[in-house]
């Protein structure tokens, strides 16, 4: 099952470019409102499979805006990839390196990122999407109490974010625009193998990150475990889990994003995040 948000509604998508209001089709029964699905997901799941084919329409996909408007919560991920870990002059972590996105940070899978700072960069990223409530959750079964999958944006000012002693992650990776999370949610049924999923992003088409989800230190299970063992996870929250090797900061020389630059983003078996980089206006 494939989510999706177009004007401001909840549609039900196939990967074959056609979809379904999920209200109308479901004569009320599911909200309108793309976040209020998660904590039903099963249900949901359920309807979604039972659907006729011919009470879907044809849906085009440069409409789709952000499919999980208002998560309660943001848990992101610092250095999850060995390779990224590596290039960054870190050690590998012994627990996972947790700081939030604020959900204010967050946008849609089409729009324009306006930027006005020097060091901005980019960090594709895959973002777990939250269905049950999760409290002490072992690994072994943590895959259970996730909706599904999105590919997402963790945009980074890197001087921010270094300014001070002590690095300001949650500052630097929450400015307006900083989080862009689509183009649908892909329920995890719908993958094979969901820890070992295919992510890159491209700047202007030049591929910039290409990994697998495999070579993260914390799998998808175990940071759940971690984050569930500290405060409760909630329907609709979202985990960015850590970005793979191939950052702007760490290149010879270092390469920031600029206006006029296009930020695409993909995750195997979800789609591509296209984001345009504009330069903000004075106010
Ligand atoms: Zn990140």
Same mark, same amino acid.
């Given at each position: 099952m494939r989510i999706a948000c177009i004007g401001g509604r909840a549609w039900l998508v196939t990967a074959s470019g056609k979809g379904a209001d999920i209200e109308q089709a479901s004569d009320g029964r599911f909200? &309108?409102?793309?976040? &209020?699905l998660f904590g039903c997901w099963g249900d949901l799941r359920a309807w979604a499979a039972g659907l006729a084919d011919d009470a879907l329409e044809p849906v085009d996909a440069s409409l789709f805006e952000l499919p999980v408007p208002r998560p309660r919560q943001i848990f992101a991920i610092g250095a999850n990839y060995r390779a990224h870990a590596a290039e960054a002059g870190v050690a590998p972590p012994e627990q996972p390196v947790i700081f939030t996105k604020f959900p204010s940070c967050l946008t849609g899978p089409n729009d324009a990122v306006a930027i006005r700072h020097e060091r901005v960069d980019w960090e594709v990223e895959l973002v777990v999407v939250m269905a049950r409530e999760a409290r002490d959750v072992p690994a072994a079964d943590a895959w259970d109490y996730v909706a599904g999958l999105a590919a997402g944006q963790d945009i980074s000012e890197r001087a921010i974010q270094r300014?001070?002693?002590?690095?300001?992650f949650s500052m630097a990776k929450s400015l307006p625009g900083f989080g862009p999370v689509g183009p649908v949610v892909v329920s995890v049924?719908?993958?094979?193998?969901?820890?070992d999923l295919e992510l890159g992003c491209a700047v202007n088409g030049e591929t910039m990150q290409r990994s697998r989800t495999s070579d993260f230190i914390f799998p998808v299970g175990e940071l759940i475990e971690y984050i569930s063992h500290l405060v409760p996870i909630y329907p609709g929250d979202l985990i960015f889990t850590g970005t793979p090797e191939g950052?702007? &900061?760490?290149?010879?020389p270092p390469v920031f994003l600029k206006p006029g630059d296009v930020l695409a983003t993909w995750v195997e078996g979800i789609g591509t995040l296209t984001n345009p980089i504009t330069k903000e206006q004075a106010q």
């Open positions: 909200s &309108a409102d793309p976040q &209020a300014l001070g002693p002590m690095p300001q049924d719908e993958f094979a193998n969901p820890d950052v702007g &900061a760490t290149r010879q």
